[in-house]
């Protein structure tokens, strides 16, 4: 089924003004942006974003880190989005990620990873509803 999920180009990734290389790989994919806007996450945002990784110990370093700089949230839409948007991002850890992959290509480190997605369709809801608007999103 055609299906939507959420995506985060991270401040590492804007950095090096790769937002649209990382969206030709999501568009390659078989992704369509149904949404997007360049943010610069606020404490409270990021908190807010991240509440499930409350506890871990890189909890501190990850808000430092994604309002750092500039990040861009996006709605991606297409054929079993979630997993789709999963496979081409590649695992968490770079150095663990599949050739071809996004983050195999441009990350940095576990941290500065270029990229988020969503791990479940409940959660890809969840993720969408903190950030868009539903007139926000043209599908
Ligand atoms: P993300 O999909 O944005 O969800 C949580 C993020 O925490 C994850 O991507 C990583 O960037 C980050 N993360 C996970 N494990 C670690 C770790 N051991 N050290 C630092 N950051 C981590």
Avoid: C, W
Wanted: proline share 4%; glycine share 8%; hydrophobic share 35%.
């Amino acid at each position: 089924a055609v299906t939507r999920t959420f995506s985060i180009i991270k401040p590492d990734a804007t950095r090096r003004n790769l937002t649209g290389a990382v969206t030709k790989m999501l568009e390659d994919a078989g992704l369509r942006v149904v949404a997007s806007k360049r943010i610069h996450m606020t404490r409270e945002q990021a908190e807010g974003f991240y509440a499930v990784h409350k506890e871990r110990p890189f909890f501190g370093e990850l808000v430092e880190f994604m309002t750092s700089g500039p990040v861009v949230v996006q709605v991606l839409e297409g054929e079993d989005a979630v997993k789709r948007n999963r496979d081409v991002m590649g695992a968490t850890n770079p150095k663990d990620a599949e050739d071809g992959t996004i983050r195999k290509t441009f990350a940095e480190s576990i941290e500065a990873n270029s990229v988020h997605g969503s791990d479940s369709e409940e959660n890809a809801r969840i993720e969408i509803d903190y950030f868009f608007k539903p007139e926000e999103i043209v599908g």
